[in-house]
């Protein structure tokens, strides 16, 4: 049974920082790219970071470069996204997911967490 945890999110000030992180099982963690995506309100889903199964290789989305960094720890089968230089857009709900997404339709899964609500506001 897939299961993934979401969690760190809350309230931050504009520039401030968060690390969420995403404890997974029921799966063998350490052969998947994962992926962070977000959904911010009213507006659909955005792919946000893809992390190689290794962890060697990771691919960010424009709006989050420079900013964000995506890691994983295999022998803990969690995944996680630190969040710097936060800004009010950056406000949404944020889904780990196992599998890239960069390059596909981004579509809610079995295979995603139930998310965590980051909200950047002053």
């Known amino acids: 049974q897939v299961q993934l945890v979401e969690s760190g999110g809350g309230l931050v000030q504009p520039g401030g920082s968060l690390r969420l992180s995403c404890a997974t099982s029921?799966?063998?963690?350490?052969?998947?790219?994962m992926s962070w995506v977000r959904q911010a309100p009213g507006k659909g889903l955005e792919w946000v970071s893809d992390i190689s199964s290794g962890g060697s290789s990771t691919y960010y989305a424009d709006s989050v470069k420079g900013r964000f960094t995506i890691s994983r720890d295999n022998a803990k089968n969690t995944l996680y996204l630190q969040m710097n230089s936060l800004k009010p857009e950056d406000t949404a709900v944020y889904y780990c997911a196992k599998g890239s997404y960069r390059a596909r339709a981004v579509v809610r899964g079995a295979d995603w967490g139930q998310g965590t609500q980051v909200t950047v506001s002053s």
């Open positions: 029921g799966f063998t963690f350490s052969w998947y790219f």
